[in-house]
């Protein structure tokens, strides 16, 4: 806990970068993906776009997109995405599975396949077929994908707007915490994650502001690579993208890369979370509207959401952790998340005992969501 107590204390810091299309801090890169661009771009094209409308103003590069591509609208690889299309958002690509499609292949226009489909994301996407027939079928539309991005000149829409997004980089490098929040991550779970740690600012997605974290292993060489994709809102007001506000862009990186780190822990115990599945009683419709439909990704968000809460606390102090909470509890109804927050200090004072995250899971159910909650169901 060396680390964790350092940056407790305020001491470590590390040397601030130049503006750059792409910093690198150790293993931690921030920069644009060609891919996952290219891929919302064509979500932005099909006829499910207007139902992922931003909660605040569109966004500049929304409209900026929508308006380079018009022409693209009938192209096979955004009528993939439309209602009919086998691909329909909202039925088959979730808001997650559109960006990391995109993660499996080189930067196009090589666009070659570097990873392998998971069998869950093959599932998620694909559905009930033999397993050869889902590979080829993604792999065929990737080839739409990459046709697309060679009729339409996508490259140049990315060379016109090079300022745009280096802009983006620097806001995030700035918004970061002025720590090694990579090693903070993997000392607190008690386990080296992954080889590479890649923040995508990525102003085309649908809805915009949305943000995930989806992980792999990439091919020759191999490397584990976990990703925190940054979608953004816009104030027109303000005349800013959320890069520049640093609770945004600092929460999201840390809960997103959180999932790489939390959701394999909660799933490979899930029979034992599933324990206390009765507790999504009375938040089932809250959850829902949130994308978590099911007792199992309620568990992944109070683990991620909890352990978030805890760094923000070593990075930004007691106040800005107890805000964190608040939103959770108030905002998001995860109403557990005290408990949660507290079991996880008994974690850390018991270090010797239980050296990762992963040993300490079961008590932090125990703690969490034992008998008497700290905090009531709501009706």
């Known amino acids: ?10 001491v470590l810091a ?39 409308k931003p909660r605040r103003e569109t ?30 958002i909202g039925r088959r690509f979730s808001e997650d599975t559109v960006c990391t499609l995109p993660l499996h292949f080189a930067d196009l226009p090589d666009g070659k ?11 998620r996407v694909v559905g009930p077929m033999p397993k050869g027939e889902k590979i080829q079928f993604l792999d065929d539309y990737w080839e739409k994908v990459r046709a697309f991005y060679r009729a339409s000149h996508f490259d140049r829409f990315l060379a016109e707007n090079e300022r745009t997004y280096a802009g983006f980089v620097e806001d995030i490098r700035q918004s970061l ?26 102003p085309l997605t649908l809805p915009a502001g949305g943000a995930f974290g989806p992980r792999m292993t990439i091919a020759q060489p191999a490397k584990k690579v976990a990703f925190s994709i940054l ?43 599933n324990k206390y599945e009765r507790l999504m009683k009375g938040v089932q419709q809250e959850m ?28 930004d102090g007691e106040k800005a952790a107890r805000e964190a909470l608040r939103k959770e509890r108030e905002e998001h109804f995860f109403v557990f ?15 010797d005992r239980y050296p990762t995250l992963k040993e300490f899971y079961p008590r932090l159910l125990q703690e969490a969501l034992g008998a008497r909650p700290s905090k009531a169901l709501p009706a």
């Open 1 to 10: 806990m060396a680390l964790f107590k350092a940056v407790m204390s305020g």
């Open 14 to 52: 590390v040397a601030a970068l130049a503006a750059a299309p792409e910093h690198r801090i150790g293993r931690l890169t921030i920069k644009p993906e060609p891919n996952v661009e290219t891929m919302y771009a064509l979500v932005q094209l099909s006829d499910g776009a207007d139902a992922m």
């Open 59 to 88: 966004p500049p590069m929304h409209a900026k997109a929508r308006q380079a591509f018009a022409a693209f609208k009938a192209d096979p690889a955004v009528q993939e995405l439309d209602g009919k299309g086998s691909l329909a």
């Open 113 to 123: 396949r570097i990873a392998e489909y998971s069998d869950e994301f093959l599932t």
């Open 177 to 202: 915490p002025q720590s090694d929040m990579v090693s903070l991550y993997e000392e607190y779970v008690g386990e080296k994650g992954f080889d590479e740690y890649r923040v995508v600012p990525a």
């Open 231 to 273: 979608g953004t809102l816009y104030n027109s007001q303000s005349q800013r993208y959320d890069y520049r506000n640093k609770e945004f862009a600092q929460d999201t990186v840390i809960h997103e890369f959180g999932h790489s780190f939390c959701n394999p822990i909660a799933e490979a115990q899930m029979e034992e979370g």
């Open 288 to 315: 829902a509207a949130q994308d978590y439909p099911v007792w199992e990704a309620v568990l992944y968000e109070y683990l991620v959401r909890s352990v978030s809460a805890r760094l923000t606390l070593a990075l």
């Open 337 to 351: 998340i005290d408990d949660f927050y507290a079991a996880l200090e008994t974690y850390e004072k018991s270090r």
